[in-house]
């Protein structure tokens, strides 16, 4: 009985160190830490903060005669869009930004887009800065 324990107990050990090993030799799963890996990482930041996104677009259309106002404003991880025909109330949608991509307020669907200088939200008219 103590020589099955034992047997068990040994072949769980080599087992977990099998496992471990093919796990540590995957390359995905390496950590590089050399000079130029972290450069790129301080690099890519600065690269980042220089096309942000965020900022205030407005833009207008004419839609059977009557002139649809929209303004967007991107700041951070989200976005706010003020819209309004004519002399009627305005309307407020709200969401999410990933990279230069405008979700909705759930994050589950894709409704816009920035580009350069210029934002499009389906069913509002075109933006700029």
Known sequence: MKTK??????????L?????????NNPQNKIVNSPNHESKSASSST???????DGVY???QSISGLELVARLTISGGSWSVISQFANESPEIQNGIVRGND????SGS????????SSASINGYPSMSK
């Open 16 to 24: 977990s160190a099998l496992i471990f090993n093919s796990c540590s």
């Open 109 to 116: 669907i894709k409704i816009g887009y920035v580009s350069g």
């Open 58 to 60: 407005s833009g207008s």
């Open 102 to 105: 405008l979700y909705d307020d």
């Open 47 to 53: 690269e980042e903060s220089q096309v942000s996104i």
């Open 5 to 14: 324990i034992i047997k068990n107990l040994s072949l769980s050990i080599l």
